[in-house]
């Protein structure tokens, strides 16, 4: 209880003290008001967090992974934020979600999954985490055991340990390489993380995932070049991504697309460089997958 009374992510913030007596307005209202200081808590702890992402593409770029492991709430954010990267730029088994009890807890309470250390270090041995890899562990409170014994054995098979926590001078930071915390305060009801400091995870997370991607040349500019045209919708997405970057219809898109099996990097460079299929998916894979490499050669080319 002395550890919990330190935390303040535990704090009962009297501001919110009446909140059972309010109307759904003003509860709305307070609720907005406490969550627009989240984004410049993170904007605060942005020294922590570009370092961290820095080692972490550096991995990825040399074909290492990355992991987030968590419970409860935060196991949730990072499977979520990992389960999006997939459909978004078509590269799997790059970013991996690890949750305390398994996937059953994803979707319920595993009552007491968290505080077993050698259970997140056994998750680190089963999933083969090594040296080029890379292990986020979220906890809010920054003292959640099984996720520090993912980092700490994560460290031990040579991966880099990240330590992403809510509160101040954590054991979760001093476990890892890089700790990252995100001073979110109390929240509305007291306790429960899953409020602020689960926006602060999200919204870090987004930025660990989305910036490797970027930089493994999963964009062009902002465009999602790698998305995985799965529904119609991304379809229609990918139709209009390769009619704008190789300066075509949408019909000669969707045709191109069509042959490529709906790789819009391999229809653009098909376009641009034109090319058969066959050959500008080569031109691309000598490109290391990178649709601008792959272009930027189509330039040299032609001086």
């Known amino acids: 209880?002395?550890?919990?009374d330190s935390l303040t992510t535990e704090a009962a913030d009297p501001r919110y003290a009446d909140i059972d007596t309010l109307g759904v307005a003003e509860l709305a209202a307070l609720m907005n008001e406490a969550?627009?200081?989240?984004?410049?808590?993170?904007?605060?702890?942005?020294?922590?967090?570009?370092?961290?992402?820095e080692a972490v593409t550096d991995r990825m770029l040399r074909g290492g992974r990355l992991f987030y492991v968590g419970a409860g709430t935060p196991g949730r954010i990072g499977v979520l934020d990992a389960s999006e990267i997939p459909p978004t730029f078509s590269t799997r088994?790059?970013?991996?979600?690890?949750?305390?009890?398994?996937?059953?807890?994803?979707?319920?309470?595993?009552?007491g999954a968290e505080d077993d250390a050698a259970a997140g270090a056994t998750a680190i041995d089963q999933a083969g985490v090594g040296p080029l890899d890379s292990v986020v562990g979220i906890a809010a409170s920054g003292r959640t055991p099984f996720v520090i014994g993912a980092v700490t054995r994560a460290r031990e098979r040579g991966a880099l340990g990240v330590g992403l926590s809510?509160?101040?001078?954590?054991?979760?930071?001093?476990?890892?390489?890089?700790?990252?915390?995100?001073?979110?305060?109390?929240?509305?009801?007291?306790?429960?993380?899953?409020?602020?400091?689960?926006?602060?995870?999200?919204?870090?997370?987004?930025?660990?995932?989305?910036?490797?991607?970027?930089?493994?040349g999963k964009?062009?500019?902002?465009?999602?070049?790698?998305?995985?045209?799965?529904?119609?919708?991304?379809?229609?997405?990918?139709?209009?991504?390769?009619?704008?970057?190789?300066?075509?219809?949408?019909?000669?898109?969707?045709?191109?697309?069509?042959?490529?099996?709906?790789?819009?990097?391999?229809?653009?460079?098909?376009?641009?460089?034109?090319?058969p299929?066959?050959?500008?998916?080569?031109?691309?894979?000598?490109?290391?997958?990178?649709?601008?490499?792959?272009l930027d050669d189509e330039g040299r080319a032609s001086r």
Do not use: W
């Open 35 to 53: 969550d627009r200081g989240v984004p410049l808590a993170v904007r605060d702890a942005l020294p922590q967090i570009v370092p961290a992402i």
């Open 219 to 275: 964009t062009y500019g902002n465009l999602m070049v790698d998305v995985r045209a799965s529904n119609a919708k991304l379809r229609v997405r990918a139709e209009r991504i390769v009619s704008r970057v190789a300066g075509v219809a949408e019909d000669v898109a969707r045709a191109r697309l069509e042959e490529s099996g709906y790789s819009v990097p391999v229809a653009v460079v098909a376009i641009r460089r034109g090319l």
């Open 93 to 111: 088994d790059r970013v991996i979600g690890i949750m305390a009890g398994g996937p059953r807890a994803i979707v319920e309470a595993i009552e």
């Open 166 to 216: 809510c509160n101040a001078d954590t054991e979760l930071s001093r476990a890892a390489d890089h700790g990252i915390e995100v001073i979110t305060g109390p929240e509305l009801v007291s306790g429960s993380t899953r409020l602020k400091a689960g926006t602060a995870q999200k919204l870090v997370l987004n930025m660990f995932s989305t910036i490797s991607m970027v930089r493994l």
């Open 277 to 294: 299929i066959d050959a500008a998916r080569a031109a691309l894979d000598a490109a290391g997958g990178r649709l601008r490499a792959a």
């Open 1 to 4: 209880m002395a550890t919990l």
